[in-house]
């Protein structure tokens, strides 16, 4: 039920709850009734009564392991079958309250959430066959060379992996925007915006890769505080990143490594995560060319002296001027 999302989290208490009282604690008057009637009857000894009465309590306890959230999270923990969010703090942040009439600034920590990825993959890749399937599929893709239909048969993957020779590596797509709860035209619209970061992996076998629960959530924040913190916000994700492309996780004897081939998102997305202008009506709005937005009203071609290129962003980093450059000073 929980893994079900169209079952709402509080209502699986609910039924957990109502069938515990239908089964259980029901069944317990029924067979009371019964073995008044009936056992003492048959003269039966104080054993056999002793035993039906164990049976009886362990009939009715049988939900005392599930039957509030927390002891089902931690059962799941425990048997692996769930890995939960941590909660990483990466700053502090003043948040207005109320005391003997007045409004007064408070610091308040502000956290993201995040799923360990290296907990995550190495419990998915675990249990059952998805590793084969997974080694199994991207060789396949190897083989093909007229059609170019997965992201692993491109150059820039395979100048990616240049390095890890004959050891398994996979590829993770990053996809990251902002999105609004409540109601977005509302006095308080921003409010409650948060930024996602979602994980997919595009080697999976085409039958399961779409599958909305092969995409990962990674992290969500409050997007207020990507405005406050500016990218540092993403450093604990960077660290785990490079931990599974450098060290990789251990998964049934054999090292699997994953590097980020792609990173995701709408313009504002992207502009962001890269440090690059989020206003479309700045003088350089674009992240692919220096193009001034004068001449971009009426440029119909690529000018090529314009590219921004590695380099290029190096330098306009160091720069550190957003107005000229269309890149801002906190970055990856
Ligand atoms: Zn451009």
């Known amino acids: 039920m929980y893994n079900n999302s169209i079952v709402p989290r509080k209502f699986v208490q609910f039924v957990i709850r109502n069938i515990e009282k239908i089964l259980c604690k029901g069944f317990r008057k029924v067979l009371n009734g019964f073995k008044r009637n009936r056992l003492s009857e048959l003269n039966k000894t104080v054993e056999n009564l002793n035993f039906l009465e164990q049976m009886v309590n362990t009939v009715e306890n049988r939900f005392q392991d599930v039957n509030t959230e927390y ?188 590097k980020v081939g792609l990173i995701f998102g709408d313009n504002l997305g992207v502009h962001g995560i890269f440090g690059f202008t989020e206003s479309f009506s700045c003088t350089y709005s674009c992240r692919f060319c220096r193009v001034d937005k004068n001449r971009m009203h009426t440029m119909t071609t690529q000018d090529d002296d314009l590219m921004r290129s590695i380099n290029s962003y190096n330098h306009d980093v160091l720069v550190n001027n957003v107005t000229e450059t269309g890149i801002k000073e906190n970055c990856i």
């Open 71 to 258: 002891k089902c999270t931690k059962l799941y923990e425990e048997s692996g079958l769930l890995v939960s969010s941590k909660t990483v703090q990466i700053g502090e942040k003043m948040k207005p309250s109320r005391s003997n009439n007045d409004v007064v600034l408070k610091p308040v920590s502000a956290c993201i959430k995040m799923i360990s990825l290296i907990d995550l993959f190495t419990n998915v890749l675990t249990s059952g066959e998805l590793l084969n399937d997974m080694k199994t599929h991207y060789s396949e893709l190897l083989k093909e060379t007229n059609v170019v239909s997965n992201f692993v048969q491109c150059n820039l993957w395979k100048s990616k992996v240049f390095n890890y020779d004959d050891k398994t590596v996979f590829p993770l797509i990053l996809f990251f925007d902002d999105y609004e709860l409540g109601n977005a035209l509302g006095s308080r619209a921003g409010k409650n915006k948060l930024g996602a970061v979602y994980v997919s992996l595009p080697s999976l076998p085409p039958h399961i890769t779409s599958k909305l629960s092969n995409i990962f959530l990674f992290a969500l924040f409050y997007s207020n505080d990507r405005k406050l913190f500016g990218n540092n916000i993403f450093s604990k994700l960077i660290e785990e990143l490079q931990y599974l492309q450098d060290n990789g996780i251990l998964v049934l004897n054999e090292t699997v490594y994953f």
